[in-house]
C-alpha cells in the first residue's frame, strides 16, 4: 500500500490525492461518453447530410452516372461497374495488375452474367 | 460503498499500480495495441461511410445499362440496338449514353467525358468537375482546350463548375454537348458508348436483362443491382492492399497475445507467489489479472476507436490518402457523411479486447493454482 500511495504521489502529484482506480474510471467513462457522443454526431451528421445525399442522387439520374468517382488512375477502378473481372489483365496476354488502386477495387459482382 | 464492490477497487487499484510499475513495457504495448486498433476501426469506417454513400446515391443509376462486347472488351453499341430492345414487352425507354475518357497530356490527368441526354450544355461550352477545376486552375467563363481525336484543338468555354460537395461523384467530369462529344473523338453517329434502359415493373428487370442477351449474343446487360453490389464488395477484406494490412494487424495481434499465453516472467510469477502466500485467492489472482489484461485493452480499444473517427471523419482519412490516390493526377477531395455500424465495432471488440484479455488470465491462472512457494522459487 506503501508503494502504490508513493507511486501515485510521484506519477500524479499536480493532482489532488485520488486513488488510481478513480482516475482510471472516470477516463474510461470519460471514453464511453465520447464513444456515445460520436454515434450522436454521426446520426446527427446522416441527418443534415440529407439534402445534399439528395441532390447527388438527382446527379447520378441526371446524368445516368454508374459510380462514384474514387479513383481516376484506371478506366476499370473509374468504373468498376461497368467493367470486366479481367479488365485489369487485359492489356496483352499475362498482363500483371499494376495501379494500387486495383488492389482495392474487387472484380464487379454479377448476379446475372452472360459473359465474364 | 458495498464490501464487494470495494474489493474489486483494491484490486483495481492494485492492477493499476502494477502496470505502473512496469510502465515502459505496457505502455509501448498500450501505444501498439492502439495503433493496430486505430488502423482497423479506421478502415470499418472509411469502407461503411462509402459504401453508404454508394448505396444512397447510386440508386438512381440506370436500371439496366446494355454494353457491348467484341473480343472480350467494351465496344461501341450500334442505335439499331436501342430501337429493337425498346421494342421488348417492358422496356419503358432506352437511351443512347454517350460518355469515354480523356487523357490530358498536359496535366497526366484522365477525365470522363459525358453527354447529359436532357439539359446539355450549349454546343462549345462544358460543365467540368470541381476536380479538374482545381487540377486545370480554370473557373466558370474560362476557356478550355481539348485535343480531338483528329489532333485539332476543341475550345470550350467553361459554362459551370459542379460543387465540391458531388466530387464524389463528379470531381472528374467533363459534360458536354452531343455535337461536341462527337467531334470530340470523331464518333460514329449511328453509335453509342452503351444503352440506359428503363424497365416497367421492377421485378422484370432480370428477365428483361435475359431476353437482351438471348437476342443481341454480343451484348452484356448489367443491372442496377449489380453496380450496387459492386460498391457493397468494394474494398472487399480479400483485397490485395487490405488483406496486407489485416494481415499485419493480425499478425502483430497473435505476436501480443503469444507473448502474454506463452508464460509469465519470473517477476510475475514471484508476484503471484506472494500474493498467495499473504493469503490472496486464486480468485483474486485471475481478477487482478483480468483487470490488467482488461485495461490495457479496453483502454487501447477505446481511444483506437475514437481516434479512427477523428481521422476517417475530421481529417478525411489523411493516412490512407496515399494509397487511395495511387498513380492518379487527379484525386477527387471529398468528406465522407460519418457511419458508424455498432455491429462490426462489436465484432472488432470481441476479435481483440477478449482474447488478449483471456491470454493474459490463463498464463496467471496455471502459476496461482501451483503452490506458493514453488512459485516464489521458479
Redesign the interface.
Known amino acids: 500500500m506503501r508503494?502504490?500511495n508513493s507511486?501515485t504521489k510521484s506519477?500524479f502529484k499536480h493532482l489532488p490525492a485520488m486513488?488510481?482506480?478513480t482516475l482510471?474510471?472516470s477516463?474510461?467513462i470519460a471514453?464511453?461518453v465520447?464513444?456515445l457522443l460520436?454515434?450522436i454526431?454521426?446520426s446527427y451528421?446522416?441527418t443534415a447530410?440529407q439534402r445534399?445525399?439528395q441532390?447527388?442522387?438527382?446527379?447520378?439520374?441526371?446524368?445516368?452516372?454508374?459510380?462514384?468517382?474514387?479513383?481516376?488512375?484506371a478506366?476499370y477502378?473509374?468504373?468498376?461497374?461497368?467493367s470486366?473481372s479481367?479488365a485489369p489483365f487485359?492489356d496483352y496476354p499475362g498482363a500483371l495488375e499494376h495501379?494500387?488502386?486495383?488492389?482495392?477495387?474487387?472484380p464487379?459482382?454479377?448476379?446475372?452474367a452472360?459473359?465474364? | 460503498m458495498p464490501q464487494n464492490l470495494n474489493r474489486y477497487?483494491?484490486i483495481?487499484?492494485?492492477a493499476?499500480?502494477s502496470l505502473?510499475?512496469r510502465r515502459a513495457r505496457n505502455f509501448s504495448l498500450f501505444a501498439l495495441y492502439t495503433l493496430i486498433l486505430f488502423l482497423l476501426a479506421s478502415l470499418i469506417f472509411f469502407v461503411q461511410a462509402?459504401k453508404r454513400?454508394?448505396s444512397?446515391?447510386?440508386?438512381?443509376?440506370?436500371e439496366l445499362?446494355v454494353?457491348r462486347?467484341i473480343a472480350?472488351?467494351?465496344d461501341l453499341i450500334p442505335l439499331e440496338y436501342a430501337k429493337k430492345i425498346s421494342e421488348i414487352r417492358g422496356v419503358t425507354s432506352v437511351?443512347p449514353?454517350l460518355w469515354g475518357?480523356y487523357y490530358d497530356p498536359v496535366f497526366g490527368?484522365?477525365?470522363?467525358l459525358?453527354v447529359?441526354?436532357?439539359?446539355q450544355p450549349q454546343p462549345g461550352s462544358i460543365i467540368i468537375?470541381a476536380?479538374v477545376a482545381r487540377n486545370q486552375r480554370i473557373k466558370q467563363g474560362d476557356l478550355l482546350t481539348l485535343q480531338t481525336a483528329s489532333k485539332t484543338a476543341l475550345l470550350l468555354t467553361v459554362q459551370g463548375i459542379?460543387p465540391t460537395?458531388?466530387?464524389?461523384?463528379?470531381?472528374?467530369?467533363m459534360?458536354m454537348a452531343t455535337d461536341d462529344f462527337r467531334t470530340m473523338f470523331n464518333f460514329p453517329l449511328d453509335k453509342a458508348t452503351?444503352l440506359?434502359v428503363t424497365v416497367a415493373n421492377q421485378r422484370e428487370q432480370?428477365t428483361v436483362?435475359?431476353k437482351i442477351?438471348e437476342t443481341f449474343p454480343d451484348t452484356?446487360?448489367?443491372?442496377r443491382?449489380?453496380?450496387l453490389?459492386?460498391?457493397?464488395?468494394?474494398?472487399?477484406w480479400?483485397?490485395?492492399?487490405?488483406v496486407v494490412m489485416f494481415g499485419v494487424a493480425l499478425l502483430a495481434f497473435v505476436i501480443f497475445a503469444w507473448d502474454k499465453a506463452s508464460g509469465l516472467s519470473a517477476d510475475e510469477r514471484q508476484e503471484i507467489g506472494i500474493l498467495k502466500s499473504i493469503g490472496w485467492e486464486t480468485s483474486d489472482v485471475l481478477l487482478l489479472k483480468f483487470w490488467e489484461g482488461m485495461?490495457i485493452s479496453?483502454?487501447a480499444f477505446?481511444?483506437g476507436?475514437?481516434l479512427a473517427?477523428c481521422h476517417v471523419?475530421f481529417f478525411s482519412a489523411l493516412l490512407f490518402q496515399q494509397?487511395?490516390k495511387?498513380?492518379?493526377?487527379?484525386?477527387?477531395s471529398f468528406t465522407l457523411?460519418?457511419?458508424?455500424d455498432?455491429y462490426q465495432l462489436t465484432i472488432l471488440f470481441f476479435l481483440t479486447v477478449l482474447p488478449y484479455t483471456a491470454a493474459t488470465i490463463i498464463p496467471s491462472w496455471l502459476a496461482a493454482t501451483v503452490p506458493p512457494d514453488t512459485a516464489m522459487r521458479s
Not at chain 1, 57 to 66: I, R
Open positions: 508503494e502504490f507511486m506519477y486513488r488510481l482506480s482510471y474510471i477516463f474510461t471514453a464511453v465520447l464513444s460520436m454515434v454526431h454521426a451528421r446522416q447530410a445534399k445525399i441532390e447527388r442522387a438527382d446527379l447520378v439520374a441526371n446524368l445516368k452516372l454508374t459510380d462514384l468517382c474514387l479513383f481516376t488512375e478506366r477502378t473509374r468504373h468498376p461497374a461497368m470486366d479481367f487485359q495501379f494500387p488502386s486495383g488492389s482495392l477495387v474487387s464487379p459482382m454479377r448476379n446475372y452472360t459473359k465474364p | 477497487r483494491h483495481l487499484d492494485f493499476l499500480a505502473l510499475r462509402i454513400e454508394a444512397l446515391t447510386l440508386v438512381n443509376a440506370p445499362v454494353q462486347m472480350g472488351r467494351h437511351v449514353r475518357y490527368a484522365n477525365y470522363t459525358l447529359p441526354d436532357s439539359d468537375g476536380g459542379y460537395d458531388s466530387e464524389i461523384l463528379s470531381s472528374d467530369l459534360v452503351d440506359a432480370a436483362a435475359a442477351a452484356r446487360p448489367i443491372l443491382g449489380e453496380m453490389r459492386t460498391y457493397q464488395n468494394l474494398f472487399d480479400r483485397g490485395g492492399m487490405l485495461v479496453l483502454t477505446l481511444c476507436v475514437l473517427y471523419f494509397a487511395l495511387g498513380w492518379s493526377v487527379l484525386y477527387p457523411v460519418p457511419t458508424v455498432l
